[in-house]
């Protein structure tokens, strides 16, 4: 019996893998749009696809930039300023988008572009700290694609948007995670309708990754200016060792971010010219190990996890 299940299972992976090896032809007559493209993944994307001949077709968020992704690309790659907030900014590299791949289409759309600032404690911030990231992350990404979609559904192309493991696991406060389950959300919908146009979604989950975004010094910085700012009766509850704590548990995501962002651009660039993409990609060991498996479990069994690997207030019960 169990030698049945285990050739069932070994014949289900090989297929699988031969399968999603299979690339779509004529790569270099596609052009791909990547938001965020300064730093990060998207810098590193934008790259790879160029290696491989694609046409990039890269937003940044500052000239400064775009020059210096153009500075290490060919000439092929072309780049757009782009807020993400924007509205105007969004309609123009829209048609400036629709300019360069005329009848054609768009055939791969990455909404890349995310912030992780202002993070901390839920009550240690106030509306405006929750908008900020949501504008960015959650809905910017919502108008780009909206605005995007027609030349996307004229290619019957790709959407691949950045979610995270903390869009299935929720253990910081403020925006970032509830963007990201909100990324999940508006993912898994947009799947489900533009399935009947050939037009298929992937979701980039990854585990934690060494990029500008997780900079703990940045983290560390921004969440002692929230407690700055916080009520006296704020840092009455938490107190300054409770500060000290959270703020050394800060200091150690340098040391567990993963510094290879390939792994996640290879998971992008599949997504892209896989004939057969994947739904959802979590790339990163503690995405697959930890992460992944903690979502699953019963959510009593997840918090005493979680609360173990957060600091206590003394004044907590």
Same mark, same amino acid.
Not at 112 to 134: C, T, V
Not at 257 to 263: A, G, R, T
Not at 289 to 313: Q, R
């Given at each position: 019996?169990? +030698?049945?299940? !285990? ?29 965020? #493209? ?21 937003? #940044? ?39 360069? !791949? %005329? ?5 791969? +759309? ?8 202002? $993070? %901390? ?17 959650? +809905? ?15 290619? /019957? ?11 299935? !696991? ?11 389950? %909100? ?7 947009? /799947?489900?309708?533009? $399935? ?10 990854? %585990? ?11 983290? $560390? ?42 792994? !996640?651009?290879? #998971? ?6 896989? #004939? ?42």
């Amino acid at each position: 019996m169990w +030698l049945y299940l !285990v050739a069932l299972v070994g014949l289900w992976t090989l297929l699988r893998l031969i399968r999603e090896r299979q690339v779509v032809s004529h790569l270099q007559d596609k052009h791909v749009f990547i938001t965020g #493209c300064d730093t990060g993944f998207g810098n590193l994307l934008a790259r790879l696809l160029d290696r491989r001949g694609m046409r990039v077709l890269a937003a #940044c968020l500052t000239e400064k930039g775009a020059e210096e992704l153009r500075n290490k690309t060919s000439d092929r790659l072309e780049t757009v300023i782009l807020d993400v907030t924007n509205t105007e900014n969004i309609v123009a590299a829209t048609k400036w988008v629709k300019e360069r !791949v %005329g009848n054609r289409g768009l055939w791969g +759309l990455v909404n890349n572009a995310g912030i992780a600032i202002p $993070s %901390g404690l839920n009550e240690w911030m106030n509306k405006e700290d929750f908008a900020k990231i949501l504008n960015v992350n959650l +809905l910017g990404l919502i108008e780009v694609t909206l605005s995007m979609l027609p030349l996307v559904r004229k290619a /019957r192309g790709r959407v691949v948007n950045v979610s995270s493991i903390m869009g299935r !696991v929720s253990f910081s406060g403020g925006g970032y995670s509830i963007s990201k389950y %909100g990324v999940e959300a508006f993912s898994d919908s947009l /799947r489900r309708e533009l $399935s009947y146009f050939g037009v298929k979604v992937a979701i980039i989950e990854p %585990g934690f990754f060494q990029t500008a975004i997780t900079s703990s010094d940045r983290h $560390s910085l921004h969440s002692q200016m929230l407690w700055d700012r916080a009520s006296s009766e704020v840092k009455e509850i938490y107190d300054e060792k409770f500060l000290s704590s959270y703020l050394t548990g800060l200091k150690l995501l340098d040391k567990v971010c993963n510094k290879d962002l390939s792994l !996640v651009t290879d #998971c992008m660039e599949h997504a892209l010219t896989s #004939c057969h993409p994947r739904t959802r990609y979590s790339p990163g060991w503690d995405a697959k190990l930890v992460y992944i498996p903690v979502s699953y479990l019963p959510t009593c069994l997840a918090d005493v996890i979680l609360f173990w690997t957060f600091p206590k207030p003394e004044k907590a019960l």
